[in-house]
């Protein structure tokens, strides 16, 4: 039987026991395309903008446009702090304003407040959306960062935060496989994780671009499933009471593999799966146009992994840390400048109990980005013991995880057979 696990490792820049999560809401990621053939954007915030201005507004015209805000929760007691979230200043690139609810900035995004009622979020936060358009063949070809700076209060104190932010990815030519996105949704009457035997887990997979969804009718695209796990890529495919991919209506269209169900026998703890969308059909297929990650936990298992984290490979003393159901990629934890953990999983029982083996399991550990399966490439390989199995733990340090004064989140992924 596998056995695998995951953390996330992020770094506290301000010194603060605040974690904040920057966020973009709507349809599409924050990323724009420039084509120099036609002198136009993609999307074309502006164009959507206007449109806004001269017609009227609407939630579909709303969600064409990324609208950005912070999340922000307190690590020591886990209250989400939101609500008292202040923002006092939004930078772009080098250039950087007060906060002003209403106002614009840097030609480009509109400072919303969190009682706005034409542009606000549901939720109420203070959110920057985008009204210009960013990318530029000639001036702009590089990568953009929005960064906010405020406050925010827990445990009745103010707490100050700076230049936590998001990239804008910026594409100076628009090619055939910019501008997509895949998307995985659970149904309504389904459930994210597995905690029954007896009850699998359902992903519908769509396909958008440029904030529509795409009808196969007139564009031809399917899917492919793969188990990304650790460090291979396995493909998925129809497997009697493990795997069943089929093809459903959703949403008016009916794409090709659209429905991957998923059942307790085929999730050993957790599951992280990757879902590729290909131009054409299975029997003629293109070019790869777009790819989405969900992580799957199988919490009916018989075995969960517990990590402890402590400060010296003896593990004196340590801090224990198991994935709950509300973290998709396992837990977190969060290092302090100069800071370096050691982590150690081990395979505990459905009490919490360690489980006792006649051979003491052995890890393999891999370093990936918690949105996708790429290798952080720029960690030193000793960190997590040359990604090598027939360890007993791993470690990782605060400049693995903040560069350049930037929060740069690792997720430490182990595997072990039993």
């Given at each position: 039987?596998?056995?695998?696990?995951?953390?996330?490792?992020?770094?506290?820049?301000?010194?603060?026991?605040?974690?904040?999560?920057?966020?973009?809401?709507?349809?599409?990621?924050?990323?724009?395309?420039?084509?120099?053939?036609?002198?136009?954007?993609?999307?074309?915030?502006?164009?959507?903008?206007?449109?806004?201005?001269?017609?009227?507004?609407?939630?579909?015209?709303?969600?064409?446009?990324?609208?950005?805000?912070?999340?922000?929760?307190?690590?020591?007691?886990?209250?989400?702090?939101?609500?008292?979230?202040?923002?006092?200043?939004?930078?772009?690139?080098?250039?950087?304003?007060?906060?002003?609810?209403?106002?614009?900035?840097?030609?480009?995004?509109?400072?919303?407040?969190?009682?706005?009622?034409?542009?606000?979020?549901?939720?109420?936060?203070?959110?920057?959306?985008?009204?210009?358009?960013?990318?530029?063949?000639?001036?702009?070809?590089?990568?953009?960062?929005?960064?906010?700076?405020?406050?925010?209060?827990?445990?009745g104190a103010q707490v100050s935060?700076?230049?936590?932010?998001?990239?804008?990815?910026?594409?100076?030519?628009?090619?055939?496989?910019?501008?997509?996105?895949?998307?995985?949704?659970?149904?309504?009457?389904?459930?994210?994780?597995?905690?029954?035997?007896?009850?699998?887990?359902?992903?519908?997979?769509?396909?958008?671009?440029?904030?529509?969804?795409?009808?196969?009718?007139?564009?031809?695209?399917?899917?492919?499933?793969?188990?990304?796990?650790?460090?291979?890529?396995?493909?998925?495919?129809?497997?009697?009471?493990?795997?069943a991919i089929t093809t459903v209506?959703?949403?008016?269209?009916?794409?090709?593999?659209?429905?991957?169900?998923?059942?307790?026998?085929?999730?050993?703890?957790?599951?992280?799966?990757?879902?590729?969308?290909?131009?054409?059909?299975?029997?003629?297929?293109?070019?790869?146009?777009?790819?989405?990650?969900?992580?799957?936990?199988?919490?009916?298992?018989?075995?969960?992994?517990?990590?402890?984290?402590?400060?010296?490979?003896?593990?004196?003393?340590?801090?224990?840390?198991?994935?709950?159901?509300?973290?998709?990629?396992?837990?977190?934890?969060?290092?302090?400048?100069?800071?370096?953990?050691?982590?150690?999983?081990?395979?505990?029982?459905?009490?919490?109990?360690?489980?006792?083996?006649?051979?003491?399991?052995?890890?393999?550990?891999?370093?990936?980005?918690?949105?996708?399966?790429?290798?952080?490439?720029?960690?030193?390989?000793?960190?997590?013991?040359?990604?090598?199995?027939?360890?007993?733990?791993?470690?990782?340090?605060?400049?693995?995880?903040?560069?350049?004064?930037?929060?740069?989140?690792?997720?430490?992924?182990?595997?072990?057979?039993?």
């Open positions: 039987m596998n056995i695998s696990a995951g953390i996330v490792i992020e770094g506290v820049i301000d010194g603060t026991t605040i974690g904040y999560q920057v966020v973009v809401h709507g349809d599409r990621p924050l990323e724009q395309s420039y084509n120099s053939n036609t002198g136009k954007c993609s999307p074309d915030w502006a164009a959507i903008w206007q449109d806004i201005k001269d017609n009227g507004v609407s939630s579909e015209k709303l969600n064409r446009l990324p609208r950005v805000y912070i999340k922000a929760r307190d690590l020591t007691s886990g209250e989400d702090v939101t609500d008292s979230l202040v923002i006092a200043k939004v930078k772009y690139n080098d250039a950087e304003v007060a906060w002003n609810d209403g106002g614009t900035a840097f030609d480009i995004i509109r400072m919303v407040g969190k009682n706005d009622a034409s542009y606000g979020l549901p939720f109420g936060v203070p959110c920057a959306m985008f009204i210009g358009n960013p990318a530029d063949s000639q001036n702009n070809p590089d990568n953009d960062r929005i960064t906010f700076s405020g406050t925010v209060v827990a445990n935060f700076s230049d936590i932010g998001k990239d804008v990815k910026i594409y100076p030519e628009l090619s055939a496989n910019t501008g997509y996105l895949v998307t995985l949704k659970v149904p309504d009457d389904g459930d994210s994780y597995i905690y029954d035997k007896k009850v699998s887990t359902i992903r519908v997979a769509k396909l958008w671009h440029d904030h529509e969804l795409i009808d196969p009718a007139k564009t031809p695209h399917f899917f492919r499933y793969y188990d990304i796990t650790g460090s291979g890529d396995t493909p998925l495919a129809d497997t009697a009471g493990r795997i209506a959703d949403g008016g269209i009916t794409a090709t593999s659209n429905k991957i169900e998923i059942f307790p026998d085929a999730v050993d703890s957790m599951m992280t799966l990757r879902c590729d969308a290909y131009a054409g059909t299975p029997e003629n297929p293109g070019e790869l146009l777009a790819s989405a990650i969900n992580v799957i936990y199988d919490l009916s298992d018989e075995y969960q992994v517990q990590w402890t984290l402590a400060d010296n490979a003896s593990f004196s003393s340590g801090q224990e840390m198991t994935s709950s159901n509300d973290l998709s990629e396992g837990p977190r934890f969060m290092l302090r400048k100069g800071m370096r953990k050691y982590l150690r999983p081990t395979i505990v029982d459905k009490s919490g109990e360690a489980v006792v083996f006649e051979n003491t399991p052995t890890w393999t550990f891999n370093a990936d980005s918690p949105d996708g399966n790429t290798a952080i490439s720029d960690m030193t390989d000793t960190n997590i013991n040359n990604h090598t199995a027939g360890q007993a733990y791993c470690f990782i340090q605060y400049s693995d995880v903040v560069k350049d004064n930037r929060r740069r989140p690792v997720k430490i992924h182990a595997q072990t057979t039993i």
